[in-house]
């Protein structure tokens, strides 16, 4: 058998083509893969959206970002997901995104086959919210954020309105504050709070009438395996200076059992007051706390809690809350007994206020306070069945990261 030498160097030259090809297609596939990469990154930070990152690791293509724009948590990660969701995932590769809070995770969303159908039967858009970051998050952490929060700054102007029933010749007395605070994110899980207190209307008494500081706070978040520890110093509401520690943890990070938790907290807080720009303060030696758990009903969104508590004044007692959880609001009620004989209860509402979207630039943002809250107590205690609280604007709206609620944002 004879072979033409045309051959022999024509499938040489076939030969030599198949590998240019091959390696054309690698580099090809390699530049649209960083394409890619950069695409969803900058996607996200064009929106807003700051400490950004994305890295494929094992099995994983894991996507973080942090909710700075949107006032609500679970629109502001239901836009997120949807800009995510206009790049298709890497084959073969289950997508996990890290929802961060002053860069510290709060929770995770798995999209992949096994997760288009969630615990309670529904299709939803292969999007399966839980507690749980994975396996692959500590090979995350550490990797570097673009448009990161550190050393950016929000002036945040706080609405502060009361009132109360306690005088018979006149029905309310009526207090309304305009309370600016100066808000810093410094390191991760690190955040300092300045306030001052501008009366606008004060029906109160002489110890309102002036302006004065407010809260004025240092703060530091840790996660700690699957339980969520803030750690606090500095000056608190209800006249009190001290240190707080409060803790959360859902009982279980995936399935039904994740509808419940258990919270504690617990201060050592002295007493704190401005008069006249005169700081009055006390020792640090009260002891105060609460601990309780929770359920949270996933059909309607509706948050039951129970604590047992020690107030300021040293009272002991129960509280029980029901709060519903809507999109750009939250509305419940409470009851309250205490081992004085007191009985209390009310309502309690926060509805964010608008712009409901609003960027940082250049490291700057001056807005309004993220929700207007307000609790209503029927029996207007003076001394008894009454806490502290830690930052301005603290309600039942804010950092609502629970995995079955997110899960109702991303079907609307």
């Not at 929060?149 to 029905?171: G, T």
């Not at 005169?278 to 309780?292: R, S």
């Not at 059909?299 to 300021?312: D, P, R």
């Amino acid at each position: 058998m004879v072979v033409k030498k045309e051959m022999v160097l024509g499938c040489v030259h076939d030969y030599r083509l198949c590998v240019i090809g091959l390696i054309l297609t690698i580099f090809c596939s390699t530049e649209l893969y960083a394409q890619k990469e950069d695409g969803i990154v900058k996607t996200l930070v064009n929106a807003g959206f700051e400490n950004v990152s994305r890295v494929v690791s094992g099995s994983e293509e894991i996507i973080t970002f942090e909710n700075t724009v949107w006032k609500a948590d679970g629109e502001g990660i239901s836009k997120a997901i949807d800009l995510i969701g206009k790049y298709p995932p890497l084959l073969g590769k289950t997508r996990r995104v890290v929802v961060l809070q002053l860069g510290i995770p709060q929770m995770s969303l798995v999209s992949s086959a096994s997760a288009a159908i969630t615990t309670t039967g529904t299709v939803n858009s292969n999007w399966l919210p839980m507690y749980e970051l994975g396996d692959a998050w500590k090979s995350v952490k550490r990797v570097p954020r673009e448009n990161r929060s550190r050393w950016k700054v929000d002036l945040v102007f706080y609405p502060q309105f009361a009132f109360r029933n306690q005088k018979f010749h006149k029905v309310y007395d009526i207090l309304l504050n305009l309370s600016p605070a100066l808000e810093i994110a410094l390191i991760r899980g690190m955040k300092l709070t300045g306030q001052v207190i501008i009366p606008v209307i004060n029906q109160y008494g002489a110890k309102y009438e002036q302006t004065r500081l407010g809260i004025f706070t240092l703060e530091q978040h840790f996660r700690v395996l699957n339980s969520l520890v803030d750690l606090t110093a500095g000056i608190f509401n209800q006249d009190r200076w001290g240190f707080d520690l409060h803790l959360f943890r859902p009982v279980m990070t995936e399935g039904w059992l994740s509808n419940f938790a258990l919270e504690g907290r617990i201060g050592l807080t002295g007493s704190s007051y401005f008069y006249h720009w005169n700081w009055h303060y006390g020792a640090a030696k009260l002891i105060t706390w609460n601990v309780g758990g929770s359920y949270f009903n996933p059909m309607f969104n509706v948050l039951c809690e129970v604590k047992a508590i020690k107030f300021l004044a040293g009272d002991y007692g129960v509280r029980a809350d029901m709060t519903r959880h809507f999109k750009r609001a939250s509305v419940g009620f409470y009851i309250m007994k205490n081992n004085r004989g007191n009985i209390d209860g009310g309502f309690h509402f926060a509805i964010a206020l608008p712009p409901m979207g609003q960027k940082r630039r250049k490291g700057f943002r001056v807005m309004p306070a993220r929700y207007f809250d307000l609790e209503y107590k029927a029996a207007g205690l003076f001394f008894n069945g009454k806490s502290y609280e830690t930052r301005p604007g603290e309600n039942k709206a804010i950092d609502n990261f629970n995995p079955k609620y997110i899960e109702s944002q991303l079907k609307n």
